[in-house]
T-cell receptor, first 113, second 115 residues
């Protein structure tokens, strides 16, 4: 079975500062990795995904993530955050040949002016 | 807009009652997934259907059931409701399954409150 750990439940950050959200996973088989964002009272929106190939993945809204197989990590970064990035971020993993997503506990990002 | 439509958006009901949540997947998507988001359990996978057939099951209670109809919409039925069933229920859809399923699109969710 897969599991996902998001190491920070909350991350306060000032506007225009960089942010990194940490995600570690465990799995005995090949996996696909995802980051989703949930704005208040909204559904989940895909930010980016890693399926294979280049370990640096670029997503929407200026976010990027790096897959590190040896450290079983998939950390999300943004060099300069905006107030509108205030949201909850979820890391998720799925067996490459599977169907269901296993989510981490989420990281709440609060961007302060 | 993800293209996945869930109704109703909000539902308030009493303990012991039964409710039905509805999901219309994106046009062309064959797979439908149901997830539950609660404060204590986080986001949990419940069940998946592909082209009308159940394909994967998570920690879904026996009081809960789902189905996918020939027009590919899906319904999640929750019965004998308890206070602890209060949660946000998400539906997601994708075109394929397995290795061909590279991305799932989520609806806005149905917020269920059991009183």
């Amino acid at each position: 079975a897969q599991s996902v750990t998001q190491l920070d439940s909350q991350v306060p950050v000032f506007e225009e500062a960089p942010v990194e959200l940490r995600c570690n996973y465990s799995s005995s088989v090949s996996v696909y990795l995802f980051w989703y964002v949930q704005y208040p009272n909204q559904g989940l929106q895909l930010l980016l995904k890693y399926l294979s190939g280049s370990t640096l993945v670029k997503g929407i809204n200026g976010f990027e993530a790096e897959f590190n197989k040896s450290q079983t990590s998939f950390h999300l970064r943004k060099p300069s955050v905006h107030i509108s990035d205030t949201a909850e971020y979820f890391c998720a993993v799925r067996k490459a040949a599977g169907n269901k997503l296993t989510f981490g506990g989420g990281t709440r990002v609060l961007v302060k002016p | 807009d993800s293209g996945v439509t869930q109704t109703p958006k909000h539902l308030i009901t009493a303990t012991g009652q039964r409710v039905t949540l509805r999901c219309s997947p994106r046009s062309g998507d064959l797979s439908v997934y149901w997830y539950q988001q609660s404060l204590d359990q986080g986001l949990q996978f419940l069940i998946q259907y592909y082209n009308g057939e159940e394909r994967a099951k998570g920690n879904i209670l026996e009081r809960f059931s789902a189905q996918q109809f020939p027009d590919l919409h899906s319904e999640l039925n929750l019965s004998s409701l308890e206070l602890g069933d209060s949660a946000l229920y998400f539906c997601a859809s994708s075109f394929g399954q397995g290795a061909a399923n590279t991305e799932a699109f989520f609806g806005q969710g149905t917020r269920l409150t059991v009183v």
